[in-house]
């Protein structure tokens, strides 16, 4: 059947969608998936971060994941699509989602088998001292909670943004790097320097469960938030509390473990979602745990899952 | 300060968003906003339709708008966002929408001032015959709930998909006269001839309300809806029944309006959540109502509205 593309004025037609869209679908069910204990869900805001600004941050970080599968800098593409979420949501929504799913995105549109631990590796460690400085810019559009900067490091202070630019060159630490600086204190880092280890297997949970991918995506949350202490938290709150909310996530998986591993409801328990609406309330917000799910999510839609 | 675009590898930033992006935003704002009567919101779900297959449509779409705002064929650019729309969601979740906004979002990226009725009715007067063959073949990718055509109307029967291109040609049709053909029976289509009134109505209380942008689209869809019968629900359930849904819409509206017209809260609402409940359960879904509203947040969007 003819189509409007052979016509005269059509440019030829994209087969399905592009990855800067998928990974946007990405940032989108990861919001929408529901109860993600502490975070912004489908079912529950925060007070000063609503649903509908995660919706606006999406949109407006696209034409950065965009310029990051066309080849530009990754650290440009990287900061064009943080300057894009905060001037669309007014406040920063998924930073940390965008730094992980940036190197993600460059392998995805790099290689047409789909990204891999390899190739998004590859990616984080093409970076260089301009996509250093790139990162360091990116500070300046959105507050960030970071905590202290290692020993020795105070120079290369995020929270000094630009400013610490001209440590960066005359150090000449690449975004790499950095991501390794911080790997011990922040788990989006971590998956920079670590292979994508936690995002890939997230990725392989979400093609192995079936049902809606929002609420795979429920359970995969949990999964990473009972598997390892969540960064966020444990910068905001100490590691104390971290630790606590990753073992009561791994008390509610077993909890409901009798109907075995891939037939236990998160979406819809009620245990769950008493959780969820307590973490809120006392502020607790794993947000690293949710980036990694944007992330997995990315992987998972490039892999071809979609929702029945 | 120094930006990352001013570097060697960095094009000529944006300012802002892309109209494209604005409309999949505005896809996105209208799909959560809740509660919205008979149709998925960010609370309630259709049994074969669910929000996340919204969330995957406006996504898909996108490329199609993008199109219609770079100039490609109207008609071309709308039949590329239902194909990425159908790919992406698996089923038509914003067809109706997308045929409102290929115009609006033509005249957006036309005309630096943000459209108006005048520059969205020129690019829908401005279509041809080729873009008139496109939408039939838009039909082709998905499923889409269409009456009987008008008298004498039958070989341009949209049901025809592809097949009627051959009768569209003969004729000489437009889009715009197919629009006009369908106006008495559907929504959509009267804007397209009737100066796009309700949708820059709907802009405009949108900009007039205050509060989170979905809960100010909660309210405008609700004065939609009271404002005149919905076409979907008339040309699927009959003209009393839709006739019914928007009486019972103007009630609730007269009975919580005792706070002044714009202090009445549709979100959180009991009666209106009840209501809403009442029409999903009845399978009464006011779809074309959704599309007006869609069409209106992209333009309250092109104004500037944002979240507070």
């Given amino acids: 059947?003819?189509?409007?593309?052979?016509?005269?004025?059509?440019?030829?037609?994209?087969?399905?969608?592009?990855?800067a869209d998928r990974a946007t679908l990405a940032l989108l069910l990861e919001v929408a998936a529901t109860p993600k204990p502490g975070c912004v869900d489908r079912e529950r805001d925060h007070p000063d971060m609503r649903f509908e600004h995660f919706l606006a941050g999406a949109t407006g970080a696209r034409p950065g994941l965009a310029a990051a599968a066309a080849g530009e800098r990754l650290g440009a593409a990287f900061e064009r699509g943080v300057a894009g979420m905060a001037a669309a949501a007014g406040r920063n929504t998924q930073?940390?989602?965008?730094?992980?799913?940036?190197?993600?995105?460059?392998?995805?549109?790099?290689?047409?088998?789909?990204?891999?631990?390899?190739?998004?590796?590859?990616?984080?460690?093409?970076?260089?001292?301009?996509?250093?400085?790139?990162?360091?810019?990116?500070?300046?559009?959105?507050?960030?909670?970071?905590?202290?900067?290692?020993?020795?490091?105070?120079?290369?202070d995020v929270r000094r943004g630009a400013d610490a630019v001209s440590a960066v060159e005359e150090r000449g630490v690449t975004l790499h790097d950095v991501m390794a600086l911080a790997a011990d204190r922040d788990g989006v880092a971590a998956e920079w320097t670590g292979s994508f280890e936690r995002t890939f297997g997230a990725a392989d949970r979400l093609g192995e469960l079936s049902g809606p991918l929002s609420d795979r995506a429920a359970r995969a949350f949990l999964e990473l938030l009972a598997a390892e202490p969540d960064t966020l938290v444990a910068r905001r709150h100490g590691e104390e509390r971290a630790r606590e909310v990753a073992d009561r996530a791994r008390e509610l998986l077993d909890e409901s473990a009798a109907g075995g591993p891939d037939a236990v409801p998160v979406h819809g328990s009620a245990a769950v979602s008493e959780f969820a609406d307590d973490l809120v309330a006392a502020g607790v917000n794993p947000g690293t745990t949710a980036d990694l799910l944007a992330g997995s999510l990315f992987v998972a839609l490039e892999r071809g899952a979609v929702s029945p």
Same sequence: chains 1, 2.
Avoid at 1 to 19: L, Y
Avoid at 102 to 115: I, Y
Avoid at 136 to 142: D, I, L, P, S
């Fill in 1 to 19: 059947m003819s189509r409007a593309g052979d016509g005269p004025t059509g440019p030829p037609r994209e087969v399905g969608r592009s990855p």
């Fill in 95 to 156: 930073f940390g989602a965008l730094l992980l799913l940036a190197p993600l995105v460059r392998a995805a549109a790099a290689d047409g088998d789909g990204p891999t631990t390899s190739t998004a590796t590859a990616a984080a460690e093409a970076t260089t001292v301009a996509d250093a400085a790139d990162f360091y810019r990116a500070f300046e559009h959105v507050d960030v909670f970071a905590g202290e900067p290692p020993d020795g490091a105070a120079e290369l």
